[in-house]
């Protein structure tokens, strides 16, 4: 199965462009309450950000599940991606998108975006479409996983 695990901070921009264009049959989205009820219009939006990535996961015949977290406690993000991660069976493909959310948020999947490439097969993108509709998905999964082999190397007496 097409799995996409994303963080919603107040801006939908980031998720909805991976919903659209990956097309995932399921999406996992970590956020709060506050961050569903908000309407992004210093970005163009008009409905508030849960309504928009209903109308992106219709479009893309995608299955939503919203996970509730506090958005700057990383306990709260991680008990929220727990749940996701005993959802997801080693033979789906996974797609992590942490260019949405919080900066705690972002840290808390990045990292386990990164402890799931050792052990499964997974993509860990970053993506941003602006309001003029210049697109870019960038795949950092092998850039990162090497990033963080070396900075292994470099600790003495490693993890």
């Excluded at 961050?35 to 479009?59: C, F, I, W």
């Excluded at 005993?86 to 998108?97: F, S």
């Amino acid at each position: 199965m097409r799995v996409a695990i994303l963080t919603l901070g107040f801006h939908p921009r980031p998720l909805e462009h991976i919903i659209l264009t990956k097309k995932p049959q399921v999406c996992y989205i970590v956020t709060s309450s506050e961050g569903l009820k908000y309407t992004a219009s210093e970005h163009g939006y008009k409905k508030p950000n849960s309504v928009v990535l209903q109308d992106a996961a219709r479009k893309a015949r995608c299955k939503i599940n919203i996970l509730r977290c506090d958005p700057f406690d990383p306990e709260s993000i991680g008990d929220a991606i727990g749940q996701i991660m005993e959802k997801i069976k080693g033979t789906d493909e996974v797609t992590i998108n942490y260019s949405g959310g919080t900066q705690a948020m972002s840290l808390v999947l990045g990292s386990v975006a990164i402890i799931l490439s050792r052990v499964m097969p997974i993509k860990v993108l970053y993506s941003t479409k602006t309001p003029g509709g210049q697109e870019k998905i960038l795949d950092h999964t092998e850039s990162l996983k090497e990033l963080f082999r070396r900075l292994y190397e470099i600790v003495p007496g490693g993890f």
